[in-house]
């Protein structure tokens, strides 16, 4: 290939997977998928149909942005199966496949082809690694449960859920034990992936008549590694489908790792059979980061950007950037960045105008963040909360958290109802309303709690807990 083309080539390869992530590029593009320019022409050649379908289906729309961008024209692309792979039809020609085509379906009472989906290859290069996670007061439980789950996968540990909130280290962890597993454990067997991909590739199997293949690739493991499980909310078969896998392998002895935003007793639309399995494992929540937590993270990625930073401004952006590392990591960037385009030195005042436009410290937490700040105001717990109870202290918390919710997040009243306990809609608006009455009237809310029985304004008792939202300085 002319040099000049294998250069654009390339380039055409690193656009996809900026565009699609590593670990899809991995699966899907950098084993024996094959690029070949040809002016405005981009041939793409699979190993097999089900690797073409798969690519045409879900990636087309990425590859034509990634070659455009390159070539600087509108591309076309074809994708087809390898000569060497591909049985001849009765016309001699190879199976090509343009513009995303929908998966061939097996027709009644015949056999189409071999019932099984290619191998997928041992993974390797996954981005986390465990000796590059920074351990703080915040996560010290969840990398000492993950370091004992490496030495001894399907012993120590079996089945472990991590959850937290985005940006605090999940899947850095869970990126780590695969690594970590590869070179401790060569023999292992092992898959990786987002509970997206594992919906989609379901999805496929199902709809391509391979679900036993499909089966026996995520059955057969020693160690399965899910990030984001909360993603199969909603979606039964692919839950049912999930919770037989998780059998199969435990019967097996072996291990499942998964994370999820959240407790899995939190995540709405679960099935109570995979709530029960999930409730089975080791679960360890990582919290938001502290002062000092902050200050290593943003000191490790300094050194690995070749910079030096001064402490007065490694302390200012820890102080100012509080709610999670990718955060902190955005703002270290940025301030990297404009530095090199403007020629400014880095320096307390370039950190100010970042950190401000940046917004990070003033915007409110998640709604499980909400529930369990209310949940400490009056003195309950975020169980009872969700729960039925009518207890006037547990219902006027639940009131605050519904309202707060609402106003605080982008949260529907079907949405806030399935979090906090599958409350009917109608009840969440009746709440948020008994709350915007007592603001309206300046009414006194009234409760029991440890501390004995509270009576505050409803205009405070808000002001208080949306203080509580605002990241205060170093801890």
């Known amino acids: 290939m002319n040099p000049a083309v294998s250069e654009t080539v390339c380039a055409i390869r690193d656009k996809v997977a900026d565009l699609i992530g590593p670990n899809r590029y991995r699966t899907w593009f950098a084993g024996s998928t094959e690029f070949q320019l040809d002016g405005e022409l981009l041939d793409v050649t699979v190993a097999n149909a089900f690797v073409g379908n798969w690519i045409s289906a879900n990636y087309m729309p990425h590859l034509v942005d990634a070659a455009r961008e390159v070539i600087g024209a509108e591309p076309r692309i074809v994708v087809h199966v390898s000569k060497e792979a591909t049985e001849p039809r009765g016309d001699g020609a190879p199976v090509e496949q343009k513009d995303a085509p929908p998966a061939p379906q097996p027709k ?29 007061p915040s996560n010290e439980l ?125 995540i709405s ?6 709530i029960s399995r999930l409730v089975a494992a080791m679960i360890v929540e990582i919290d938001p980061p502290d002062f000092a937590t902050r200050r290593e ?22 102080q100012r950037i509080t709610r999670n590392v990718r955060e902190l990591e955005g703002a270290l960037y940025k301030i990297g960045a404009v530095a090199s385009l403007t020629k400014q030195p880095i320096g307390l005042d370039l950190a100010r105008r970042v950190v401000e436009d940046y917004g990070g410290a003033s915007r409110p937490p998640g709604p499980e963040e909400i529930e369990r700040i209310v949940a400490e105001y009056f003195g309950v717990t975020s169980d ?26 982008r949260m529907s009243f079907p949405e806030i109802g399935r979090l906090l306990g599958n409350k009917q809609h109608s009840t969440v608006i009746m709440a948020t ?9 300046d009414q006194m809310l009234i409760w029991r709690s440890p501390r004995g029985v509270q009576e505050i304004p409803a205009r405070q008792v808000i002001e208080d807990l949306e203080r509580e939202f605002t990241p205060r300085g170093g801890e």
């Not at 984001?228 to 059998?247: P, R, S």
């Not at 993270?297 to 820890?318: G, K, Q, S």
């Not at 009518?390 to 609402?406: G, H, K, N």
């Open 433 to 441: 309303r008994r709350i915007d009455d007592a603001l309206k009237d």
């Open 108 to 136: 009644e009472g015949k056999e189409a082809g071999p019932r099984r989906l290619p191998r997928t290859p041992q993974q390797t290069a996954l981005r986390g690694e465990l000796e590059s996670f920074v351990v703080g």
């Open 384 to 409: 009872a909360i969700r729960s039925r109870s009518r207890d006037r202290s547990v219902s006027l918390a639940r009131a605050t958290a519904m309202f707060l919710i609402r106003r605080n997040t």
């Open 142 to 266: 969840a990398y000492s449960v993950v370091s004992a789950l490496v030495e001894a996968p399907g012993k120590a540990f079996k089945h472990l859920v991590v959850h937290g909130g985005c940006g605090l280290g999940k899947t850095h962890l869970l990126q780590g034990i695969c690594n970590a597993v590869q070179r401790r454990h060569p023999g292992f067997e092992w898959r990786y992936l987002s509970g997206e991909e594992f919906t989609n590739e379901f999805v496929y199997a199902v709809k391509a008549g391979r679900v036993d293949a499909f089966r026996a690739r995520f059955r057969n493991v020693d160690l399965l590694v899910i990030d984001d499980i909360h993603f199969l909310a909603n979606k039964k078969a692919t839950q049912e489908e999930f919770l037989h896998t998780f059998n199969a392998i435990d019967a097996c002895g072996k291990a499942v790792v998964l994370s999820s935003d959240r407790h899995p007793r939190s």
């Open 269 to 274: 639309e679960l099935s109570e059979p995979l």
């Open 297 to 318: 993270i943003l000191r490790r990625r300094a050194a690995r950007m070749l910079c030096e930073l001064p402490d007065e401004l490694l302390e200012y952006l820890a």
